[in-house]
């Protein structure tokens, strides 16, 4: 079957670094996407990788390794609005595409 | 900036009732998508279309049907609900037929509650 693992949930600090991961099982791969969803809200879209490597846009970026069937999002000098779930989908050789369930980021002062 | 406007943010209905959502999207994409999102569990493919009249089924299309009758609006449609209908909906779309690599832009999502 196909899947998606993320950590349910993070806390982090305000103004540090954190890193979340995400691992897949997919059949085929047609790139990766990261997004945000703040509470109540929709998912806006953050990232799109489909060769290995780093991405950088800002704050964010975001890595992806085929290979491993590895990426993570990388949020530098956290801000209180981060605060917000972050979720990774995976396209699968049938362009579809596969979510996980999402890890809850937590900022404190 | 795309715009995917649902037609409620929250509704309430009851068993047996037949409950349409609806969807809007601005910016002339071919694709849309019905999803619902429950905790714990990522999001979840209901029904997609890439042309107007188009439908494809999802993972969990049970219970559930769609129109697409015109290329900016599709509509989810719950033939006679459930309690296990109760749930996040949340609709997107995005460029370009299949095989698309767009990103999908979402509505504010529908919170269904069914009593």
């Known amino acids: 079957g196909q899947n998606i693992d993320q950590p349910t949930e993070m806390t982090a600090t305000e103004g540090a670094i954190v890193q979340i991961n995400c691992t897949y099982q997919t059949s085929g791969f047609n790139g990766l996407f990261w997004y945000q969803q703040h509470a109540g809200e929709a998912p806006t879209f953050l990232s799109y990788?489909?060769l290995d490597g780093l991405e950088e846009k800002g704050r964010f970026s975001s890595f992806l390794s085929r290979s491993k069937g590895y990426s993570y999002l990388l949020l530098k000098e956290l801000q209180m609005k981060d605060s917000a779930s972050y979720l990774c989908a995976v396209m699968d050789s049938n362009y579809q595409l596969i979510w996980g369930a999402g890890t809850k980021l937590i900022i404190k002062p | 900036d795309v715009k995917v406007t649902q037609s409620s943010r929250y509704l309430v209905k009851r068993t047996g009732e037949k409950v349409f959502l609806e969807c809007v999207q601005d910016m002339d994409h071919e694709n849309m998508f019905w999803y619902r999102q429950d905790p714990g569990l990522g999001l979840r493919l209901i029904y997609f279309s890439y042309d107007v009249k188009m439908k494809e089924k999802g993972d969990i299309p049970e219970g559930y049907s769609v129109s697409r009758e015109k290329k900016e609006r599709f509509s989810l449609i719950l033939e006679s609900a459930s309690t296990n209908q109760t749930s996040m909906y949340l609709c997107a779309s995005s460029l370009w037929g299949q095989g698309s690599n767009q990103p999908q832009h979402f509505g504010d999502g529908t919170r269904l509650s069914i009593l």
């Open positions: 990788n489909v």
